[in-house]
C-alpha cells in the first residue's frame, strides 16, 4: 500500500512539471503572437489599425523616453468630419506645446496622410519657446518628404527628432 501511494505522488510530481511545461511553453508562444510586427494599414479610413501602427512605432522608439508618451493620430481625408478632428487636434497640440512638456516625455505624430501631420507639427510649434523641448523627443512616423520640414520647424525648440518612415 505504501508503495502505491508513493508511485501515486510520483506520478501526480511529474503531471504537474509536464503541464507547468506546457503552459511556459503557451505563455511564450502568447508572447511572440504579441510581438509580431504590425503591418502599415493599407486603407487611410482604418482608424483603428493607424492607431495601432503608430503604438508599433512609439514602442521601437522608446529609448530614453521615462514615461508613457504623448501620442497624437492625425485623421487623412478631407471630410469635414476630419477637418474638424485635425483643427481639435492642433489646439490641443498647441496647448501643450505652450506649457511645454518635461524632459524624458516623447511626443509622437502619426496618420495615413504624412503631409497633414507633418503640417500639424509645423503649426504647432511654429510658437514655440526657443529651447523649451530640451530632452524631449518627438517623434514623427510619416514619409521622407515630409521629414526635414518637420526637422526645421522642432529645431528651435530644442527637442530631440526622431523619424519612422511610414
Not at 493620430?73 to 483643427?87: E, K, L, M, N, T
Amino acid at each position: 500500500m505504501r508503495k502505491l501511494v508513493f508511485l501515486a505522488a510520483i506520478a501526480l510530481t511529474g503531471v504537474s512539471g509536464l503541464s507547468a511545461c506546457s503552459q511556459q511553453e503557451s505563455a511564450d508562444q502568447a508572447q511572440q503572437q504579441v510581438q509580431a510586427p504590425v503591418a502599415k494599414p493599407t486603407d487611410p479610413n482604418d482608424s483603428a489599425g493607424w492607431k495601432k501602427y503608430l503604438v508599433e512605432q512609439v514602442k521601437q522608439h522608446m529609448q530614453g523616453v521615462n514615461t508613457r508618451p504623448y501620442m497624437y493620430y492625425v485623421p487623412g481625408g478631407d471630410s469635414d468630419d476630419a477637418v474638424s478632428q485635425r483643427q481639435n487636434q492642433l489646439d490641443n497640440v498647441s496647448d501643450v506645446v505652450a506649457r511645454t512638456v518635461l524632459p524624458g516625455n516623447m511626443m509622437a505624430f502619426g496618420g495615413p496622410d504624412s503631409a497633414k501631420t507633418a503640417d500639424l507639427i509645423v503649426a504647432a510649434f511654429k510658437n514655440a519657446q526657443p529651447g523649451s523641448f530640451k530632452g524631449v523627443v518627438v517623434l514623427f512616423v510619416g514619409d521622407a518628404a515630409d521629414q526635414q520640414r518637420v526637422a526645421d520647424a522642432l529645431k528651435p525648440s530644442a527637442a530631440e527628432f526622431r523619424f519612422a518612415q511610414m
